[in-house]
């Protein structure tokens, strides 16, 4: 390929949730040329990917035709535990496996990201922003915070909730206080218990990702051409290798595709958008701590020592119960609906009682009931580094778990104050209902919960942080707009840029960076940007 032939506009790396409503939105004008690399493949018509029901498996198998293979760094406070590192690898990425739950970050969060960049990231603006991207089919009391005809599709499911959800629901009303809530997305209710979680989905229940509500036949073709006049070009099966330089300047991309090396070149920006890849990338282009760059032989582009720096995770644990044999945990019509009820809650110590820190799911199966733990506010941080300058070399990631002793005590006070009240609750409601997982002689043994929660613990993919969102002394990479700090003309627009750490599921907040980002790009500058927000209004 001659290089004259690979010259776009704008370059995005990456189809997950930012970097595909990054290419749909500055294409949608017909006049400016983007390029988008997708490391892996078009798999929008695979059926375990479309199926809404083989979510959990995808979370679980992590199948090599669909995801990132590696492995992270042994976890001290978990025993030298070590537990995958991969996300997608396919269009949509992240969102084209993941658990399908839309929870967007809590006014409690917006107000600090807020506070540390500016205005564009309020509650307010946010909300804004994520009624133009949903289409949201289910109920609330408020319907002013939902979208109706945006392009993601979100469905409250299921329509009729389960004897089994009711009967979960109704034990963590009466173990917490809290009443059950129609709409956790409802800055107006963040807290409480519910029968029906929003997923990504279409309304038969078939999965909704970045890449069919934004790359989808109205917007390219299946082999990655824009239709209908739009520049746009999706190149499948291309692994980007490094930013390209001239001086401080990024003006393009080398990557591998078919076995060959490939540069293509960008007149306006490159955007960096491959997740828990990015920080890698960008260290692979010479922006990152100088010493690690210079030991693995980086030629220094930019000294930043904050990159890879701040990884954080959410924890992730489990209680097991009983179940009633005639309770069924999912509606027969409706196994798309995936979860048996959930509750977001606050921290069990009684410190800031009003905001979330808890994330609990519900998930069925013949006469067992699991309920999945999730602490939204750990301390703790990890951090990613390269090991040399070989892009097909994994990183050594540390997810840093437990490394604060804080987030130990926080998760144990989840199993002392509220699994062991919702298990008497669930009890009192039906008998059948019985704690088996961690048992109440364990809850109530330091020593031996502390031992339980190391070898319960399980993984998530809610890695967020390690790219900050933030000026440079305040551990920042990036600007409030996504601008890689000390050069020019670089952008990353994913997880890894989130500033504090968000109270849910990672996906909702990388799809209003991607937005937020793309409207920036749309007028060239900040100001402009959110003057034409304002208008839209």
């Known amino acids: 390929m001659e290089n004259a032939r690979l010259t776009f506009d704008y370059i995005v790396i990456g189809t997950g949730p930012a970097g595909a409503v990054i290419a749909k939105i500055l294409s949608d004008d017909k006049k400016t040329s983007v390029l988008v690399l997708e490391a892996g493949d078009n798999n929008d018509k695979d059926e375990p990917i479309t199926d809404s029901t083989f979510a959990p498996e995808l979370e679980e198998r992590f199948f090599p035709n669909y995801f990132w293979q590696g492995e992270g760094v042994p976890q001290g406070g978990l025993d ?18 993941n658990g399908e739950q839309y929870v967007r970050p809590t006014s409690a969060v917006l107000r600090e990201w807020e506070r540390l960049l500016g205005p564009v990231w309020s509650p307010q603006r946010a909300i804004r922003r994520f009624k133009r991207l949903e289409k949201y089919n289910g109920k609330t009391n408020n319907a002013g915070v939902h979208g109706y005809r945006g392009r993601i599709d979100i469905r409250q499911a299921p329509v009729t909730p389960t004897r089994m959800a009711k009967k979960l629901t109704d034990a963590i009303e009466q173990a917490t206080g809290l009443p059950e809530i129609v709409d956790y997305n409802d800055p107006k209710s963040p807290l409480g218990p519910f029968t029906r979680w929003q997923l990504y989905q279409h309304p038969n229940g078939r999965r909704e990702s970045s890449s069919t509500a934004f790359l989808s036949s109205d917007i390219m073709t299946r082999t990655g051409r824009g239709v209908r006049g739009r520049k746009l070009r999706v190149f499948f099966k291309s692994t980007a290798l490094k930013i390209l330089f001239s001086a401080k300047r990024a003006v393009g991309v080398e990557f591998l595709k078919n076995g060959e090396r490939i540069k293509a070149f960008s007149r306006q920006k490159v955007i960096i958008s491959t997740g828990i890849n990015s920080a890698q990338l960008l260290m692979l282009s010479g922006i990152g701590p100088a010493r690690s760059l210079k030991d693995a032989g980086i030629p220094v582009i930019y000294n930043n020592p904050n990159v890879g720096k701040r990884l954080r995770n959410h924890t992730l644990n489990s209680a097991i119960f009983t179940a009633n044999r005639n309770d069924i945990a999912l509606p027969h019509n409706d196994p798309s609906a995936l979860y048996t009820g959930g509750a977001f809650l606050p921290d069990p110590s009684g410190l800031d009682p ?16 699991t309920i999945a733990i999730i602490f939204l506010r750990p301390k703790s941080r990890g951090s990613i580094k390269i090991q040399n300058n070989d892009p097909l070399k994994i990183v050594l990631a540390d997810e840093g778990f437990l490394a604060n002793a804080s987030d130990m005590e926080s998760v144990k006070n989840i199993y002392k104050i509220y699994i062991q009240s919702i298990a008497s609750k669930l009890a009192e409601i039906d008998s059948s209902y019985q704690l088996i997982s961690p048992t109440f002689d364990i809850i109530n043994d330091d020593q031996k919960l502390e031992e339980f929660i190391i070898q319960n613990f399980e993984h998530n ?7 900050r969102m933030a000026p440079l002394n305040k551990g920042g990479v990036v600007d409030r707009f996504g601008k890689v700090h000390g050069v020019k003309d670089l952008i990353v627009a994913d997880a890894s840029i989130i500033p504090f750490t968000v109270d849910g599921n990672t996906s909702a907040a990388t799809f209003l960076i991607g937005y937020t980002i793309a409207q920036q790009l749309l007028k060239g500058n900040p100001r ?10």
């Open 354 to 369: 009003k905001r979330r820190a808890v994330q609990l799911i519900g998930i069925g199966s013949d006469e067992m009931l």
């Open 528 to 537: 402009r940007a959110l003057i034409k927000e304002l208008e839209e209004e």
């Open 461 to 467: 993919h809610h890695q967020q942080g390690s790219l």
């Open 80 to 97: 030298d535990r070590s537990f995958e590192w991969t996300t997608g690898r396919l269009s949509g990425g992240g969102s084209s496996i």
